[in-house]
């Protein structure tokens, strides 16, 4: 069974730090899927956070999280990470991975409809 599995989620004060982590099983992502990281917040659409292929070679980031969240992926562990940094009350909200095997033509790495298969979801709460 394909499955993403998000961790890492919990309550951090402004500026503060937080690594998720997005664990695959049923598949390996090395060369075959890339993953994206999005996060949905109460009453806002789910927006793309940020992007890394199959191969790490792209590296795409929603313009509300650059310069604060790094992507990563260790193909030994099967899994992809994002570092997020400097934290902020609007980054709360629900984070989930999703795996693709590639953008279409004319698609967008942002684009929800181009992925495969969804994680659960893991909450970020950031509040003093």
């Known amino acids: 069974q394909l499955q993403l599995v998000e961790s890492g989620g919990g309550l951090v004060q402004p500026g503060g730090s937080l690594r998720l982590s997005c664990a695959a099983s049923?598949?390996?992502?090395?060369?075959?899927?890339?993953i994206g990281w999005f996060r949905q917040a109460p009453g806002k659409e789910r927006e793309g956070v940020s992007y890394?292929?199959?191969?790490?070679?792209?590296?795409n980031y929603g313009d509300s999280v650059k310069g604060r969240f790094a992507i990563s992926r260790d193909d030994g562990k099967n899994t992809v990470y994002l570092q997020m940094n400097s934290l902020k009350p609007e980054d709360t909200a629900i984070y989930y991975c999703?795996?693709?095997?590639?953008?279409?033509?004319?698609?967008?790495?942002?684009?929800?409809?181009?992925?495969?298969?969804w994680g659960q979801g893991t909450q970020v709460t950031v509040s003093s």
């Open positions: 999703a795996a693709l095997r590639f953008v279409s033509d004319g698609g967008t790495w942002a684009d929800q409809a181009e992925y495969d298969f």
């Open positions: 049923g598949f390996t992502l090395k060369y075959n899927y890339a």
């Open positions: 890394i292929s199959s191969t790490g070679g792209i590296i």
